[in-house]
C-alpha cells in the first residue's frame, strides 16, 4: 500500500509514486471493508520511504504481538532476487550509490564491482549482513518477542506462523 519496500532499494519496481493520501486511503478501505480481527504486518519504522504510518495504526502495531521470524540467508537472498528481478541496471546502481553514501570506501566500491561484474546475489547477501542487518538490529531490539519462527522457504513461514495463532486462542482458527 505504501508503494514501497523500505529502504534505498524500496522503490524498485513499484509502478506508482508514493502518495501520503493514497497510502492513508488504501489503508483505511482495507480496514473498513475488511474489518480483519487482527493483521499481521511486517515490522517497519513509521517511515516507509516518504510516506508515514497513521500513529494511532503505528501504535496498535507497536503494542500488538510480535513474532520473530528467522530464515537463511540463501532464502533471503532469493527473496530480494525475486522482489527486485525487473529492476533496471540504471535503478539499481542508483540505488547502490545511495548505501554508497553511509559505507566507508572501500566497502562501497566492493558493491560496485559485484554490482558491475553481475554478481547480484552475493552482492544483494553482503549488503544484507554488513549494512542493513546492523541498521535494523536497533529495531529489533526494541520488542520482546512472543515467538521465535524459523523457515526454510515462505511456505513454511506461513504455516508455522498459522499453527502459532491457532495455538494462542486469542484470533479465530484460520
Known amino acids: 500500500m505504501a508503494d514501497h519496500k523500505g529502504s534505498f532499494f524500496g522503490a524498485l519496481c513499484e509502478s506508482r509514486p508514493q502518495s501520503q493520501k493514497r497510502f492513508e486511503s488504501l489503508v483505511f478501505h482495507f480496514l473498513q471493508e475488511n474489518k480483519p480481527e487482527y493483521v499481521l504486518a511486517e515490522s517497519e519504522s513509521k517511515r516507509i520511504g516518504n510516506v508515514y504510518v497513521p500513529e494511532s495504526i503505528f501504535e496498535s502495531l507497536s503494542g500488538g504481538r510480535h513474532l520473530a521470524l528467522e530464515t537463511t540467508i540463501e532464502e533471503r537472498v532469493k527473496i530480494i532476487m525475486d522482489d527486485y528481478s525487473e529492476a533496471s541496471d540504471e535503478d539499481m546502481k542508483n540505488c547502490i550509490e545511495k548505501v554508497g553514501r553511509y559505507a566507508d570506501k572501500k566497502d562501497f566500491n566492493e558493491y560496485l564491482n559485484l554490482f558491475n561484474e553481475g554478481k547480484l546475489p552475493e552482492l544483494a547477501k553482503i549488503l544484507m549482513l554488513k549494512y542493513y542487518d546492523p541498521l535494523y538490529q536497533k529495531s529489533i531490539d526494541k520488542?520482546?518477542?512472543?515467538?521465535?519462527?524459523?523457515?526454510e522457504n515462505l511456505d513454511e513461514a506461513v504455516e508455522k506462523i498459522e499453527k502459532y495463532l491457532n495455538s494462542q486462542n486469542i484470533f479465530p482458527k484460520l
Open 143 to 151: 520488542y520482546d518477542y512472543d515467538a521465535e519462527i524459523n523457515y
